[in-house]
T-cell receptor, first 110, second 115 residues
Framework: KNEVEQSPQNLTAQEGEFITINCSYS?????LHWLQQHPGGGIVSLFM???GKKKHGRLIATINIQEKHSSLHITASHPRDSAVYIC????????????FGGGTRLMVKP | EAQVTQNPRYLITVTGKKLTVTCSQN?????MSWYRQDPGLGLRQIYY???????DKGDVPEGYKVSRKEKRNFPLILESPSPNQTSLYFC??????????????FGDGTRLSIL
């Protein structure tokens, strides 16, 4: 069983829809990262969370440490949000290693 | 401009021919890391460094070497490349804050093909 599971693997939405991507993990963590990988391949760090909730523009990330679960929400989605979204965790017992989820491929249609 | 620079961006080479992928950052970050990305396997960490002269293995270190002689540079060395090291490689860096967890800045990636 992977330590980090994301769902869904693929998601197609219409422009303007509210989108939720989920990340579940099985180990105690010190932090969780959300990354965005554009179709061209470049990776951008969106959020780093250790508790609670963070917001940046139309993006919101939440984490529930007790339930070992995080969500990334996109409000008023736009075609330029089309990308692969990747969750990564830093395990408390694995030092400073990062373990990645398999990614969620999002396509937003106009 | 704050950035992580990887070179080369693309390389096709042959089995056994030593190669080095360079990574340089201009943000005075302590933490640097190398990842590889493969279809169906996602991103996996190869090696990371918490500061100069401090390096540690990640998930998939076999066949790779790294060094951190200067804060800004973290080269990835393939002493004897093999076809299973054909992959897309990313270098990343970040500060090491009080929680040792800071957002990472990624390079543009290096696509390696080993024949």
């Amino acid at each position: 069983k992977n330590e980090v599971e994301q769902s869904p693997q693929n998601l197609t939405a219409q422009e303007g829809e509210f989108i939720t991507i989920n990340c579940s993990y099985s180990v105690g963590i010190s932090a969780l990262h959300w990354l965005q990988q554009h179709p061209g391949g470049g990776i951008v760090s969106l959020f780093m969370l250790s508790s609670g909730k963070k917001k940046h523009g139309r993006l919101i990330a939440t984490i529930n440490i007790q339930e070992k679960h995080s969500s990334l929400h996109i409000t008023a989605s736009h075609p330029r949000d089309s990308a692969v979204y990747i969750c990564a965790v830093r395990s408390r017992i694995a030092g400073n290693m990062l373990t990645f989820g398999g990614g969620t491929r999002l396509m937003v249609k106009p | 401009e704050a950035q992580v620079t990887q070179n080369p961006r693309y390389l096709i080479t042959v089995t056994g021919k030593k190669l080095t992928v360079t990574c340089s950052q201009n943000m005075n970050h302590e933490y640097m890391s190398w990842y590889r990305q493969d279809p169906g396997l996602g991103l996996r960490q190869i090696y990371y460094s918490m500061n100069v002269e401090v390096t540690d293995k990640g998930d998939v270190p076999e066949g790779y070497k790294v060094s951190r002689k200067e804060k800004r540079n973290f080269p990835l060395i393939l002493e004897s490349p093999s076809p299973n090291q054909t992959s897309l490689y990313f270098c990343a860096s970040s500060f090491v804050g009080g929680t040792a967890n800071q957002p990472q800045h990624f390079g543009d990636g290096t696509r390696l093909s080993i024949l």
